[in-house]
């Protein structure tokens, strides 16, 4: 059964100068069980700079994978110790990522939970830097109340 949720996305890209950035969004979205999965998706904003697109992230006990389709479109599998490459196709142009995951750890149930994800990230083969996603899931219950 798919339900409403809200979702918390914060993310922390460390770059080759060692500035790190940091980015936080909050907004609705759907969650369901599927095979064994749980599924997340929702809409992209302004802020995070990829409006017009649509996130899907795909969960199991061992891996995540982030699905964008949209303005830009990717896939990004996490596993622990494995480097997956994927085509990151942007309205500019495609470049190639390789994703090392460090840390997947997924805590959810059919009400919500919490994604944590550590990561490398390759530019056309070149270190690009460590990032970070975290991703908390709260049903929506019949009080819409933020607090």
């Given at each position: 059964?798919?339900?409403?949720?809200?979702?918390?996305?914060?993310?922390?890209?460390?770059?080759?100068?060692?500035?790190?950035?940091?980015?936080?969004?909050?907004?609705?979205?759907?969650?369901?069980?599927?095979?064994?999965?749980?599924?997340?998706?929702?809409?992209?904003?302004?802020?995070t700079?990829?409006?017009?697109?649509?996130?899907?992230?795909?969960?199991?006990?061992?891996?995540?994978?982030?699905?964008?389709h949209?303005?830009?479109?990717?896939?990004?599998?996490?596993?622990?110790?494995?480097?997956?490459?994927?085509?990151?196709?942007?309205?500019?142009?495609?470049?190639?990522?390789?994703?090392?995951?460090?840390?997947?750890?997924?805590?959810?149930?059919?009400?919500g939970?919490?994604?944590?994800?550590?990561?490398?990230?390759?530019?056309?083969?070149a270190?690009?830097?460590?990032?970070?996603?975290?991703?908390?899931?709260?049903?929506?219950?019949?009080?819409?109340?933020?607090?």
């Open positions: 059964m798919e339900k409403q949720v809200l979702i918390t996305v914060d993310s922390k890209m460390d770059d080759l100068s060692g500035e790190n950035n940091a980015l936080s969004l909050v907004t609705e979205g759907k969650l369901l069980v599927e095979n064994d999965e749980y599924v997340l998706s929702y809409e992209e904003s302004q802020i700079g990829l409006n017009g697109t649509t996130t899907v992230i795909r969960a199991s006990n061992d891996s995540v994978t982030l699905i964008r949209g303005s830009v479109s990717s896939m990004m599998l996490f596993e622990v110790g494995k480097t997956h490459l994927t085509d990151y196709q942007t309205q500019y142009g495609s470049i190639m990522l390789g994703i090392t995951a460090q840390k997947v750890d997924v805590n959810m149930n059919e009400s939970g919490q994604i944590n994800v550590d990561y490398i990230v390759e530019y056309n083969r270190y690009g830097g460590k990032n970070s996603i975290s991703v908390k899931i709260q049903e929506i219950t019949g009080n819409r109340s933020l607090s």
